[in-house]
């Protein structure tokens, strides 16, 4: 199991291997974060509100439950209000 710290700490995740492979699961504090990726990443929202800026598409509001995917290779922006809870799976 690894910590990561971004953004001064302000952004942290563990990661693990799950059945559906490897994951992250963390959280998010107040703020706007952007984030690139090295591989596809499904990202589901766990607790709170986390507005998404995916490549090329306007801001959307992802609540609880949502989820959202991000190709390879790409650059995505995330926002959050309040502490938001999240688990990232990686292919």
């Not at 995330?78 to 809870?85: L, Y």
Request: aromatic share 10%.
């Amino acid at each position: 199991m690894n910590h990561n710290l971004y953004f001064d700490g302000k952004v942290q995740s563990l990661s693990l291997e799950t059945t559906a492979g490897r994951a992250t699961v963390g959280v998010i504090t107040p703020g706007t974060y952007a984030f690139s990726t090295s591989t596809e990443e499904r990202m589901v929202v766990t607790s709170g509100i986390l507005n998404v800026k995916l490549p090329g598409k306007e801001w959307q509001e992802m609540p609880a439950g949502k989820e959202f995917i991000v190709a390879p290779n790409q650059t995505f922006e995330v926002e959050a209000t309040a502490d938001v809870s999240y688990i990232c799976y990686y292919k």
